[in-house]
């Protein structure tokens, strides 16, 4: 059987921009995508805090060391700047795979620098 496990989360992060006129896909700073082993063109859930709103859409990799999440193309209208978000990153995991999963979490300040990073064990 397979399982949909949470691999990576930002946790707290927040929107720096929001371009409406772009092909779509958010926009995370590299270096946090790579601290969460988040590739790019992978798909992601995004949750806005401030109205609860849930968007799945593609992770591009925005210059390491920016601090940037820009949602980009219908999300536009759904996240603005200011906005806290829940970032996961997902992945269908067979029953023998899960003692070697190790999901990683990143909290983030309001300027999307890491506060605390967590790495977990999946027990079964």
């Known amino acids: 059987m397979l399982r949909l496990i949470c691999k990576g989360k930002i946790h707290l992060g927040t929107v720096t921009t929001a371009k ?7 926009a995370i700073d590299s270096s946090l995508m790579e601290r969460i082993n988040l ?3 992978e798909m992601v859930q995004v ?3 401030s109205n609860a709103v849930r968007w799945e859409t593609y ?3 925005a210059p390491a060391g920016s601090c ?4 980009n193309g219908p999300p536009a209208r759904l996240f603005q ?3 806290r978000v829940i970032i996961l990153s997902m992945a269908y995991v067979d029953e023998a795979e899960l ?3 190790q999901p990683k979490v990143l ?3 309001e300027q999307n620098r890491i506060l605390d990073q967590q790495e977990h064990i999946i027990l079964r």
């Open 99 to 101: 003692p070697t999963i």
């Open 81 to 83: 700047p200011g906005d």
């Open 20 to 26: 409406l006129d772009y092909e779509g896909s958010i």
């Open 107 to 109: 909290i983030l300040d």
């Open 68 to 71: 940037e999440i820009s949602l």
């Open 39 to 41: 590739l790019p063109f």
């Open 59 to 61: 992770a591009i990799p």
């Open 47 to 49: 949750t806005n805090l």
